[in-house]
């Protein structure tokens, strides 16, 4: 094992347009999911750290929401989010999709990258998806905006050169501290991830009917005494009365298959038997009222 002094640690970014799998890189780099997963833009909302460490030292990745042009104060909470983490890192990856190509998006994101001094990765990601012959090309397309410290090639689904892109990225990491426990892999607590469990279900099984207008917020968190048994009462927020009709569903089944799909990821969080219940209440225009995105976990002034 390697001497602690000589051990590395660093911040590292995750950023990128909507939809370019930082989520699914973060959960295949540390082996287990801590963030939500969905084929919708703007699943991220809030900074996920995720903590990866090993015998030459840690990396916290910082999966941060996609960069976008905001419609709503929930929205404007998003961008602040992405772009105040690149001031506070010390190496950045810069995701982008190579069947999708290069977006206004992607130009929006390097106009902002071109002012920061730490090192910059090009990560183009779903390369299992273009012929190998294409990357060439999309590497080019990139470099001709921004001049990058690495260009790293990967599947985040299937895993493909994601062991390389650690490596890469330790090259970078200066000698410091460990900031974590070793068996610690995100820095948030267990009721976030519980909600955003919830809230990846709405999303999976409501398909296009329920947009982002989703909050969840778990109410109670009961653990029996004497028993493996977790009691969880969480409340699914929308903000109109149309989308509680569609999670609830006809005699309940949507709600009932959301329960079931979010239980058994939580009891993998927890490793314990859950009981989970779920109610579904409307807030009109939440994403635009200070008062609920605070009370959902969207707080501006920790940023």
Do not use: C
């Not at 909507?18 to 973060?26: D, F, H, Q, R, W």
Request: glycine share 6%; proline share 4%.
């Amino acid at each position: 094992m390697s001497n602690s002094k000589e051990k590395k640690s660093g911040f590292v970014a995750l950023i990128g347009r909507p939809n370019v799998g930082k989520s699914t890189l973060l959960n295949q780099m540390l082996g287990q999911k801590i963030a939500i997963m969905s084929d919708k833009p703007q699943t991220t909302r809030n900074r996920i750290q995720g903590v990866y460490t090993e015998d030459r030292g840690q990396i916290v990745f910082i999966d941060t929401p996609g960069i976008h042009k905001p419609k709503h104060r929930l929205g404007d909470f998003m961008t602040k989010v992405a772009t105040t983490t690149l001031r506070e890192v010390d190496a950045v990856l810069f995701l982008v999709d190579a069947k999708e190509g290069r977006g206004r998006g992607d130009d929006f994101i390097m106009e902002r990258l071109k002012n920061i001094d730490t090192p910059i990765f090009l990560v183009i990601n779903k390369i299992d998806e273009v012929h190998p012959d294409e990357l060439f090309k999309i590497i080019d397309n990139y470099r001709h905006h921004i001049e990058f410290t690495e260009v790293v090639p990967i599947s985040a689904l299937h895993g493909n050169n994601v062991n390389t892109l650690i490596e890469q990225v330790f090259k970078y990491m200066e000698e410091g501290p460990q900031y974590y426990p070793e068996d610690q892999v995100t820095d948030h607590p267990e009721r976030f991830l519980m909600a955003e469990m919830i809230r990846e279900k709405v999303l999976h099984l409501t398909h296009e009917e329920v947009p982002h207008s989703v909050a969840v917020d778990i109410e109670q968190i009961n653990r029996k005494e004497g028993s493996n048994t977790v009691m969880i009462g969480a409340v699914i927020v929308v903000d109109r009365s149309s989308q509680k009709g569609i999670i609830i569903g006809k005699q309940g089944k949507m709600l009932k298959e959301i329960g079931r799909k979010a239980r058994l990821d939580i009891e993998a969080l927890l490793g314990s038997k859950v009981f989970l219940e779920l109610w579904v209440k409307v807030e009109k225009d939440w994403r635009n009222k200070p008062k609920y995105l605070q009370e959902f976990g969207y707080r501006e002034d920790e940023y």
